[in-house]
């Protein structure tokens, strides 16, 4: 068999907003390239914004946000994550979603208030709580910036 990456792909409208928004969720990930003594989304050194690093690279205004990569800084061997500029607007629920697992392993007693101080530090990035789920173990539903689902379990 030949062996093969999986990517996941986002298509948004702000792919450096979104890309910003999954650094804070996903422990871990970073731009590539990116310098492991700064804090993750941090622009390159010398440069207190992307924007200013941009227009130093000398890249046209029109093309500078039609898509970003994060990918795992952390060695866990997990999947390249893209965000791609489209025009269209999300309609409907999505077919496939993140699940951020981070109560595993919790006794039954904290999972609750893990999940919840997740949750409020998520919506401080944008993010939004759809709901809890509590039929087959709770869990949160939440929407990233710009709408697609995700779940805190």
């Not at 208030?113 to 944008?126: K, N, P, T």
């Amino acid at each position: 068999m030949i062996g093969f990456d999986v990517n996941l792909v986002f298509d948004c409208h702000d792919p450096h907003r979104l890309a910003l928004f999954w650094l804070t969720a996903l422990e871990g990930y970073d731009f590539p390239g990116s310098d492991p003594d700064r804090p993750a989304g941090a622009p390159p050194p010398g440069f207190d914004s992307w924007e200013a690093w941009a227009d130093a690279q000398g890249y046209p205004a029109e093309g500078r946000n039609l898509a970003r990569t994060i990918i795992d800084q952390s060695g866990r061997g997990r999947p390249d994550i893209f965000f791609l500029a489209v025009p269209e607007d999300k309609l409907a629920k999505n077919r496939l979603h993140l699940d951020l697992k981070v109560s595993k392993g919790l006794p039954a007693e904290q999972v609750r208030q893990r999940q919840d101080g997740e949750a409020a530090r998520l919506v401080a990035s944008g993010a939004t709580v759809q709901r809890r789920v509590d039929d087959d173990g709770s869990h949160l539903i939440l929407q990233d910036p710009e709408g697609n689902e995700f779940c805190v379990i």
